[in-house]
């Protein structure tokens, strides 16, 4: 069972969210969000085991190039060009869709491999915790999140920590879902961007609650949309600086009385009524 | 000899689009006949790499110089490779800056400006 926690704007608390629900229900806990992974800092695994992610790129035999262009045409991500006496590949812009070969008519284009990140494993308890990094300066997430989400543990529940957004990371994300969480704030942003994540839940046919989080009781903010759409609030978690506090130490809040309850209580309303 | 300019509109009184790979036309001036054509630039649209699109289409013409602005990383040294000199002109008419490029009044860009990659 996995469980993909996302949120549309960025720093609602997706991460905060994640860890916390990840040590309470016992379940493995995967970042998602390759470009900034933050879990782990909370999390703190061990016997870390480290793997590299490689893509593919054109390699381009200049003895059987006849300059023809062909490859430069095919390639839809402007990663190839042709020069004045060869053809220049981009590698960062090299989406190893395979087009360039198909279209060679001299097979001047073989493939070399490309490091474009890592993949983490550790443990924590019995815990299993993973996470993908993009290196820094690479534009394409994908192929880290692909390689990450191929290998995750098939029993148990696996918290999935999503990047923030909507586009291409968090829609690979969700193709590995059975069911989402999605994290807010009352805010005018954070309203804009959760109407794009539960339309996108909706579009792919995911069972989600919502959480809101920096909830206040004075700001009502989010009730209209919530009673419009019917969306079933999992729980709000308070707007404190303790909590950033906390969180800038890098612990949980389980280690706070307060907030160990109300998690509890999220813990309770997911397994009653998302699960 | 063609040079090309990054052009906010389709002919020489509409100013220089300062931006390179996502300028809307080019214009290809002939400077042996005083004669220009308007292209459209297909980085413009382009999901990525705009610039290179951009450089790529101007390389296919045999243009000798461009006159832009902000020319992006992959763009400047793949006109560079090409041996495309590379011009800096503020936004005023084309008109202008085509007779600034004949009396050798523009500056030569000789570095990229910043990436300004938006990924894909």
Known sequence: MNIVILSGKGGTGKTTISTNLALLMKANYIDCDVEEPNGFIFLKPEKTQVKDVQVEVPDIDKGKCTLCGDCVKACKFNALARGKDKIILFDKLCHSCG????????????????????????IKGNMVLKRGILNIGEPIAVPILKELLSDIPQNGINILDSPPGTSCNVVNTLHYADRAILVTEPTAFGLHDLKMAVELVKTLHIPFGLIINKYDEKN???????????????????????????????????DHEEYKTTFLYIKEKIEEELL | MKIALSASGKDLDNNLDLRFGRSPYFIIYDLDTDQFNIMENRG?????????????????????????????????????????????????????????????????????????????
């Open chain 1, 220 to 254: 009502q903010y989010l009730n209209k949309y919530i009673d419009e759409e019917n969306i079933n609030l999992l729980g709000h978690i308070p707007y404190k600086r303790e909590i950033a506090e906390s969180y800038s130490k890098g612990e949980t809040l389980l």
């Open chain 1, 99 to 122: 087009a360039c070969g198909l279209a060679c008519p001299t097979g001047a284009v073989a493939y070399r491999k490309r490091i474009t990140g890592i993949i983490e494993e550790g």
């Open chain 2, 44 to 120: 413009e649209s382009s999901g990525g790499g705009a610039g290179i699109a951009a450089a790529q289409q101007l390389i296919d013409e045999s243009v000798e110089a461009v006159i832009s602005s902000n020319i992006g990383p992959n763009a400047f040294n793949l006109l560079q490779s090409s041996d495309i000199k590379m011009y800096k002109g503020n936004s005023i008419p084309c008109k202008l800056l085509v007779e600034m490029y004949k009396e050798g009044k523009l500056q030569e860009i000789k570095e990229s400006g910043p990436s300004r990659k938006g990924g894909f």
